[in-house]
């Protein structure tokens, strides 16, 4: 098995047509096609059938794609770290990131690294953890940040703490709320369903049961930062949010904190890596200049 049939594979399974394939890669369907031949004949089954929409993996095929695409992935970022150790800055680091590390960390570490490694592309992608894990397994993602799962493979990925967090009750400014003191004098309130853990439901359930409360009936699901940002500028509605939220620029001339007395914790802010995996020197830089935006923001925080 040569690297050119796992890329060629690739290349067919994504774009479902070896003549997309062909386009993407600059090569002729006939050579597509014997590629892809050699690779089956090689493995002994089909790893790709044809249906009327293009075409699609076998079950094996979908299987072996997966392994296929990491080990390209690996391939990709080893060729990346030669060049970055030989002093070229060049290569792509790729992130997840939840929402509240977008607004509390990003702002410190971007302009760093762009200064730092302004050749190398940077691809930032927004979500949880459990969305994201693919990505990060497949190697299309270098590290994770954002709120600890419950349940994580700890023989697979590397977990690191970033710090402890915490939400608060938000609204729009001038909320009818806004001078309530305790957590009882919301129960009876529209509620945004917003958390990072699955279900919601429960997690959302959780922080009342935990102060003695009934918990409301969320009738309102956002699944975007800015989707929650719009409905609590233009509602009566409150959500429980990270505390990065209320303290970005973006979002502080529009929702405030409704100043109850309960402190609502929140998971860990943590980094997820794959264990064993070593990251290239701008990801290792990437991952540097997190932590120390991370550290900073806790000071600061912690007053």
């Known amino acids: 098995m040569k690297l050119h049939h796992l890329r060629d594979f690739v290349a067919i399974a994504e774009t479902r047509s070896i003549r997309g394939a062909s386009r993407r890669l600059g090569l002729t369907q006939p050579a597509l096609t014997r590629s892809l031949r050699e690779l089956e004949a090689e493995l002994g089954t089909p790893l790709l ?57 990003v702002p410190e570490v971007f302009p760093s690294f ?57 609204g729009r ?44 009936v969320a009738m309102v699901q956002a699944e975007s930062m800015i989707g929650v940002a719009a409905l609590l500028s233009m509602t009566d509605a409150l959500a429980l949010l990270p505390r990065q939220w209320v303290d970005s620029p973006l979002f502080s001339g529009v929702v405030e904190v409704i100043p109850i007395a309960e402190r609502i914790e929140s998971a860990d802010i943590v980094r997820i890596a794959r264990a064993g995996l070593p990251l290239t020197p701008a990801a290792t830089h990437l991952a540097t200049l997190f932590e120390r935006a991370a550290g900073h923001y806790a000071r600061e925080r912690d007053g």
């Open 49 to 105: 059938e044809r249906h009327a929409r293009g075409v699609e993996p076998t079950p094996i095929g979908q299987a072996f794609l997966r392994r296929a695409h990491a080990a390209m992935e690996e391939i990709r970022r080893a060729q990346e770290e030669v060049a970055q150790l030989r002093g070229r800055q060049t290569g792509t680091v790729a992130v997840g990131l939840s929402g509240a590390t977008w607004l509390g960390l």
């Open 114 to 170: 762009r200064k730092s490694h302004p050749a190398v592309r940077l691809h930032m992608v927004e979500g949880f953890f459990p969305a994201l894990e693919g990505r990060l397994a497949d190697g299309t993602l270098d590290f994770y940040i954002g709120p600890r799962p419950e349940r994580i493979d700890a023989d697979r990925y590397a977990v690191d703490l970033l710090f402890a967090n915490d939400r608060l009750v938000a």
């Open 173 to 216: 400014k001038g909320h009818p709320r806004r001078t309530a003191s305790r957590l009882a004098e919301l129960v009876d309130a529209e509620w945004i369903l917003t958390g990072a853990r699955e279900p919601l439901e429960r997690e959302f359930a959780d922080v009342f049961a935990g102060h003695g409360l009934q918990s409301p």
